[in-house]
């Protein structure tokens, strides 16, 4: 039984996902970096079917899903043409790329909010996706806690694209159960009232912000060391890379986005709230998708002697992620089947930084994968 | 209600394991590097009693612990004055310590095989010990496999003191129940026939090799690419330190007991074989205690691109097993009270590099650490 | 011959110098980090002397130097008693400290502009130093370029706490001879109307921005890799530490003064502006002087293949900086000697980041190293 | 005025060497990794003109060039059509290859000594050489120290490959002027006996050992902490990689070749010998051409304080020699144009590891750099 996914974002992440998916599926690479393709899951990844992106850029809207990736992978990797049967439709922007060097029209520039939420209505009518995945660029936001709210914003524009995307999907629920995963750090699966709509809707929001790139290994590290009841002096961790998510954080307001999600891990974990400096710290064109991290861990073991952990990283950013939303679609879609709604911890726990609902704790990686592995054994999804 | 422990080989990390108990004990530092210090245990950290060590180093024989502690460790830390109350007993030897600059003469070799038995007979009689800890030099060994190749191996003087001792204390099991915990490589809670020993008499043997260094992160680490299905195309694990245990792994047959056990989790973890290199690398005098460890691991991710992780460590070797050899006391007292016997895998699982009985896997180590936990709390050890 | 010496500021790099410098008189450390400490130099070490330190902070104004150095070093080094015998006395301030956690008060606040200047110089009249090193807090400066501008400038208070005591220190060479060190960023001797006025009155300005902690390791690094021709893709270098000057350095325009001088380096050693991004990172308390240093410069090689370096540093900054100051004092009084006057590149281009006079280049360290050592060798300032 | 380069050694470096040459010649990459690129010299790279390489592998012999890049490199890079007019003669063996996993065969193999000599030395005739470059495996060697002891060890066989190579060579000098640049630890450049006979006979013998990978900046790491007179307290490092060289070096003797040059460094540079492990490490085989190197240097800095530094490399071993072997073919071309003969120190001081003649000092590879381009243009090969 296919599953209809659709993607929010037409940048390098979406790509890795069409492209990567479309490899697998045709067996001309080994499904590296899914993390549960070693299971038998009741969704094969073969049963994933792309449907539609959505972007605002207007060298990419209009396109084939071929055409963008030619551009933005066509260097390094071999671009499936299956990819010529997916469309790239305009989609919203509410300012999302605002301070960013593209030339960006969304829909409700178009056709005005109403007219362009319409339209947005209609396009994902046509393509009918089971799953939609939100891997747009960091913006800036706040919760907005309930319908009223969520409907005031839309269509006075103060809102962000992602919450205008959740938005307009939740009304589409009427018509057919949807699962949306946010992959950026906007608080959807954060956002108590958002949570609420897609609960009485029977749509399922997971989120937020895909779990990838040093702040998960710097989660199990720090889990190892809470283990050993090590107690940490200190921990620095930088981040520099060379794409738009990079270019994005160098607009001080959406750093701060990222920088939140990832110091909550240190309380979390540790169980103290142990002094750190873990930000995305730059952007260095060269590095490409390929960032660099670096990270230095002090700590106070036994016997009051102290000891020290450096770790240095070089990987690709959007391809673990793409990885990741295979199966986070695959578990969707499972769990829609099983009319489970709302927003489900575990699998937030394992997928996303700051796992919804709000209030929720980050465990380490590890714990959070055989915690959701036994979730998804218990329900069959995993046999 | 006082545990007694007793501790085989009066090194460094023994050094630690007296200095830094006694250190907690009396509110001088914080007990950071024992893993459940934070949990409510059966058996507090005060209730151990240190009641003797053993060793065979002429220098170190019939000294106080307080004489020998402040000859390894005065320069570097207080030593507590309390430890002037115990007292390092001359052991068993078997040529342990062939090879090594060590002018060293054990009981048997001085009252021959029997009279020296007889003797560490009577002073394990005297100090009725409920924990012994083995943290004797590196020895290369084999298992034995049974009661009557024990017998027959300690009288021939085929044996090694490691064996030997646990040999010795199963005898001791019929006056009084005793737990032996053995942190060095040497196979005996690898060893089916000293399991069933102990088993038959009611004993509890633990081990072996204890868990500390680069291994049990290079095992989290593992762990955590395995969990995103990332193919590890290679790993490589340096080790360089300076003290007894790096000089004795400068003698081949010592290193190549250590390259089994830190290779095994490789396949056990990843589930394949991936290529690595995992072995203690050289002996570096300057730096002492505190090891340089560099670690180099390279994974294929999604979409068929390549990462790369690179740790740097610099750690004290032995208070992180001293460390350990704190909760693996407080546990092993609390299994031989509910009357439990043998090996208990989920203790080696987390204490132990290679853990018993023979044929267990490895686990990660966050996922032995909470597995362990699930079972002291099932078992009324941690409340 | 004894050598007078003064240091503006009385943070942890002039405590250093001076604890550091007593210890090495007293024989009771080796003169590690002095540059050429293993050369026969006409200033030997022991004629160094010091007379007194400037500073504006409350708790230190007034203070004996051993009081001072007790409270910020005293946990970790023994601090000599001869350190008694030097004063602080208040020094200039101009809103030097403006925005840092500190209560100041300059000689200018409590006496009025030429009050204050008058009393400064009857206080350096008092001391005759032969050598002033400039050591206080990086400021954010531009040159000023005349007399008169300098005249203008600090009668105005438009000033900077630097320029001001290189400008009264000037004045004071109609009297004596004099050199100023400055190892900080400011430009003193990368201003051309400075230079010209020290020139013309005999005096010797050194500078600007002490050549420590990861620059000029990042600078030799490039040099090796230029000798190769091989081409720099990317360089990224992160600091982070905690002390006054990381905690200064959070204050953005502070920040880009270091910027600069550490940028300035790749062009000069490469010949191309190579992508790079160099920055102090961040403050982050526990790690204090001992900063951590992260670099990945990644550069193609023969046959259009590419490599990647990645180094770490945990560095103590404060020292690394007293120990040069022990040297260019040194080879400051021998210049003073020779009436060597204005600015000198050779001993700029090793000691200092940015050396000046303006316009001049960063040369790799190694290479600035062995000029110097040439140049003092022809002076015979070293036989 | 073509410069005729005959390659004793058909592996990865010889491949890259022709490889990298050809395409730099049609203008497909740019020089980088050939260290004077930048400088006008008076051979330029255009001249450079492959005449044939040597070697036993029986995979190789026969082929041309163009087939045995296009076996080692022709996944990696395009392989130029040129190289089809190159070929793989045989060479001699003496035992080169013995316990590693190649089918061997030698001229001495197939023809006798005597015979095979004979056939060599009409090869050489027939292409003519100007310049020779050592690059097979790494033997285990001893100096052999005259003509007669030379004469003697051919005849007998107990010789090693590039001894025979150079006794040969050396011979042919009676007919044309040759330089032989040797590559391999082999001490032929530091072998006095073998530099007199050069000297006689109007030759040149540059040599020993490659400076590439990571000795090369550990020479200059260690200058710069000797340029502050840092003490260095240790120094690991260690090298693991999965070419053939690494291969080689798993076996015990001609890892020992390795170590004597790698450590030399220490001694010459910082002028005591600070206590290291400097080994070639290990062999893992994925890893292949392109090594990972880890160091670790701990010293003393100014006030009796510590540092530590981690240098952590991803290098590609053989273009790194290749490009360097570029030069030093231009180089000693000039040099023989110059009537220049025996061993020039200044040449092979930035080079070799292991300069020659006997006796001489590694100097940093800075330093080193720097008197090798003053005496180039002295001589006005650089202008």
């Known amino acids: 039984m296919p599953v209809r996914v659709a993607v929010l974002g ?31 899951m009741e969704v094969p990844i073969d049963d994933l079917e792309i449907v539609g992106f959505f972007d605002v850029d207007e060298k990419k809207v209009g396109k084939t899903v071929y055409d963008v990736a030619t551009k933005s992978l066509g260097q390094l990797l071999p671009i499936p043409r299956s990819l010529n049967d997916v469309q790239v439709f305009r989609g919203l ?7 960013l060097p593209f030339k960006a029209k969304g829909l409700e520039e178009e056709y005005g909010i109403e007219g362009g939420v319409q339209k947005l209505f209609e396009v ?11 891997v747009i660029t960091t913006e800036n936001v706040s919760p907005l806690g309930s319908s009223e709210a969520y409907e005031k914003a839309l269509f006075s524009g103060n809102i962000t694209a992602s919450q205008a995307y959740a938005y307009v999907l939740s009304k589409y629920l009427e018509k057919k159960k949807i699962a949306m995963a946010n992959f950026i750090p906007s608080p959807l699966a954060n956002d108590e009232g958002l949570i609420k709509i897609y609960e009485e809707k029977e749509g399922l929001i997971l989120g ?7 702040t998960p290994l710097t989660a199990d590290i720090l889990e190892h060391l809470a283990n050993r009841n090590r107690k940490v002096i200190s921990i620095a961790q930088f981040n520099i890379g060379g794409n738009t998510d990079f270019l994005a954080l160098t607009v001080p307001e959406r750093n701060l986005m990222k920088e939140i999600t990832k110091s909550s891990i240190v309380k979390d974990i540790l169980g103290y709230d142990a002094p750190h400096y873990i930000k995305p710290t730059g952007f260095l064109e060269p ?5 660099f991290v670096a990270m230095h861990v002090w700590w106070k073991t036994f016997n009051g002697l ?53 209030g929720s704790k980050n465990a380490s990686r590890i714990v959070a994968y055989h915690n959701l592995l036994e979730k998804l054994r218990e329900l069959g999804i995993v046999s």
């Open 287 to 291: 590095l490409g998708d390929k960032k």
């Open 124 to 134: 994902i009518d046509e393509i009918k996706p089971d799953v939609v995945l939100n």
């Open 10 to 40: 037409a940048g390098l992440v979406g790509m890795h996902f069409a492209v990567g998916l479309e490899r697998v599926k045709s067996g001309e690479i080994e499904p590296y970096g899914v993390p549960f393709a070693e299971y038998k």
């Open 208 to 214: 937020d912000d895909g779990a990838t790139g040093a």
């Open 93 to 99: 922007h509410f300012k999302s790329l605002a301070g």
């Open 306 to 358: 102290e000891d020290e952990l450096v770790v240095n990283i070089r990987i690709n950013d959007s391809p673990a992620l793409a990885g990741l939303m295979v199966d986070a679609t695959r578990i969707s879609a499972s769990l829609l089947r099983r009319d489970i709604k709302g927003t489900v911890y575990e699998v937030n726990a394992f997928f996303m930084k700051r796992p919804g609902p709000p």
